[in-house]
């Protein structure tokens, strides 16, 4: 299993679907897994990624299988932790993740030619963000590397929650439907945020067109197509419990906003990612949270006078990775940006 570990001893396991065949300036994507599925959710899309011309890495976050766990007192951090120490645990998962980041394109001699694209997918938007965040905090070397290489920045299906914005009225997602009792919260999660749902007329960015529960029952929840290998070798419950659901709940609202506003919205932050294109990418048949997410990227990214690119995808749930894999591949190479100049 490659793992890497920082001088600090954290380790991380990630997978690597090597180096594409006939092709020496490939471009290395670099993902950053959501709550529950980790690196194995994108088993599909490592496979056809040498055929592309592309080298997909997936990493698994702390907590998940074969990365460090964390220590009871960075879980209490979490858990019932003050802002600046739950600000402060965050930004340490970033600066973790970019030495990661570094650690890659150096042991695995990434070619900077074809560069690297990042994409924190789902809950996963959280700690990219974070990454975005660490630059300043990262040794010269690493900082100047990090900018030659990486051309382009996705957040891939990116949840509101995952912006730090609050739950608009009448809006639910499993883990806060009273409906719902506790310990059936996680099996709920997994059938949900794997449906195609039916929203309304969503050119007219109305919340009201937005719906929780309507789900297109022609189209199977992902979650019911996977064979008992698969499931298992994708799904870990274990660590929403000890880290993940806190995070993208209320207790961490205002730390994960002020984060995202730094990240995508601060201008000096952007500029030392200059040749950095940066998107949002989404499908119109996911839930609600996570194209209210879109919306607000793209509002947000016109008021500030940064660009943020935004691509829609037709059709689509949140496991466009897995229920689609060469189209999945497709949308996002077509956010690859070789030519954006350094500011």
Request: net charge negative; charged share 20%; proline share 7%.
């Amino acid at each position: 299993m490659p793992t890497l570990t920082l001088p600090s001893g954290v380790e991380f396991f990630y997978t690597d679907s090597g180096t594409p065949d006939n092709a020496s300036d490939y471009t290395t994507l670099l993902i950053i897994h959501g709550h529950t599925f980790h690196s194995g959710t994108f088993g599909r899309l490592s496979a056809v990624a040498p055929s592309n011309s592309l080298r997909i890495v997936c990493v698994n976050r702390r907590e998940y299988p074969a990365s460090s766990p964390y220590n009871p007192a960075e879980l209490a951090a979490f858990m019932t932790g003050t802002t600046e120490q739950r600000t402060s645990i965050l930004a340490q998962q970033g600066h973790d993740l970019a030495l990661f980041l570094d650690g890659l394109i150096v042991d695995l001699a990434l070619p900077e030619a074809g560069g690297v694209a990042v994409a924190g997918w789902s809950l996963g938007t959280i700690f990219l963000t974070s990454l975005i965040c660490s630059m300043e905090t990262l040794p010269q070397a690493t900082q100047e590397r990090l900018s030659d290489f990486v051309h382009t920045i996705i957040l891939l299906q990116c949840p509101s929650l995952s912006l730090g914005l609050p739950t608009p009225l009448g809006l639910l997602i499993p883990h806060t439907d009273p409906k719902i009792a506790p310990e059936d919260r996680g099996s709920a999660f997994v059938k949900w945020v794997s449906s195609y749902f039916v929203h309304g007329d969503l050119s007219t960015r109305n919340l009201n067109n937005l719906t929780y529960d309507n789900i297109d029952t022609l189209r199977p929840p992902t979650i019911s197509t996977l064979k008992p290998d698969d499931l298992h070798s994708m799904v870990d419950f274990a660590p929403g419990e000890r880290y993940d659901n806190i995070i993208g709940l209320d207790p961490f609202q205002d730390v994960v906003y002020k984060q995202t506003i730094k990240a995508l919205f601060d201008s000096k932050v952007r500029q030392v990612w200059g040749r950095a294109a940066f998107w949002s990418v989404y499908g119109d048949a996911e839930p609600w949270n996570i194209i209210y997410g879109g919306w607000f990227l793209e509002d947000q990214a016109k008021a500030a006078g940064l660009e943020i690119h935004s691509k829609i995808i037709q059709g689509c749930n949140h496991f466009l990775v897995w229920e689609e894999p060469d189209r999945a591949i497709k949308e996002l190479k077509s956010c690859f940006n070789f030519q954006r100049p350094r500011l």
